[in-house]
C-alpha cells in the first residue's frame, strides 16, 4: 500500500484535503489519523510521510503521538475513521489478491492448452 493510496481514502472519508495549511482541531486530528495510517500501513519514512502532505518529520511524529495518547482515548470518532480506512486498506488488499488467483489460473489454463497443442503436433 502506498502513503498516496491512504491519503486519498483518508480525504475520501472525511471531505479534508490533508495539504490544507489550516490548523483547526479537526483538521490535526484527521491528519494524525492519516500519519497513523502511513506508520502503520507502509514502510515510508517520517519524512516522505511528512511530504505528502506539506509537513516535517517533527509534525508526523507528533501527530502519531496525538492518536495513540489522545485520540484513542477522547476521540473515539478518529478512532472509529483510523479503523474504517484500515479495513478499506484490507480490502483493497484482497482484492488485488484475488486478480492474482485469478490471472494465474487463466495462466494455467493456457498452458495446459499450449502443452495439448504441441502435443497433438
Same mark, same amino acid.
Given at each position: 500500500?502506498?502513503?498516496? $493510496?491512504?491519503?486519498?481514502?483518508?480525504?475520501?472519508?472525511?471531505?479534508?484535503?490533508?495539504?490544507?495549511? $489550516?490548523?483547526?482541531?479537526?483538521?490535526?486530528?484527521?491528519?494524525?489519523?492519516?500519519?497513523?495510517?502511513?506508520?502503520?500501513?507502509?514502510?515510508?519514512?517520517?519524512?516522505?510521510?511528512?511530504?505528502?502532505?506539506?509537513?516535517?518529520?517533527?509534525?508526523? @511524529?507528533?501527530?502519531?503521538?496525538?492518536?495513540?495518547?489522545?485520540?484513542?482515548?477522547?476521540? $473515539?470518532?478518529?478512532?472509529?475513521?483510523?479503523?474504517?480506512?484500515?479495513?478499506? @486498506?484490507?480490502?483493497? $488488499?484482497?482484492?488485488?489478491?484475488?486478480? @492474482?488467483?485469478?490471472?494465474?489460473?487463466?495462466?494455467?489454463?493456457?498452458?495446459?492448452?499450449?502443452?495439448? @497443442?504441441?502435443?497433438?503436433?
Amino acid at each position: 500500500m502506498t502513503i498516496d $493510496k491512504i491519503r486519498e481514502l483518508v480525504e475520501h472519508e472525511t471531505g479534508y484535503d490533508l495539504t490544507d495549511k $489550516k490548523r483547526t482541531r479537526e483538521r490535526v486530528y484527521v491528519r494524525s489519523v492519516y500519519f497513523k495510517l502511513c506508520r502503520s500501513n507502509t514502510l515510508a519514512s517520517l519524512h516522505k510521510i511528512g511530504l505528502s502532505v506539506n509537513k516535517d518529520h517533527a509534525t508526523v @511524529l507528533h501527530g502519531i503521538r496525538l492518536y495513540d495518547e489522545t485520540l484513542t482515548r477522547w476521540e $473515539k470518532a478518529y478512532v472509529e475513521l483510523y479503523k474504517k480506512v484500515e479495513d478499506r @486498506l484490507r480490502n483493497k $488488499k484482497q482484492d488485488k489478491v484475488l486478480q @492474482l488467483q485469478e490471472v494465474r489460473n487463466e495462466i494455467n489454463k493456457l498452458i495446459q492448452k499450449i502443452d495439448k @497443442l504441441e502435443a497433438d503436433v
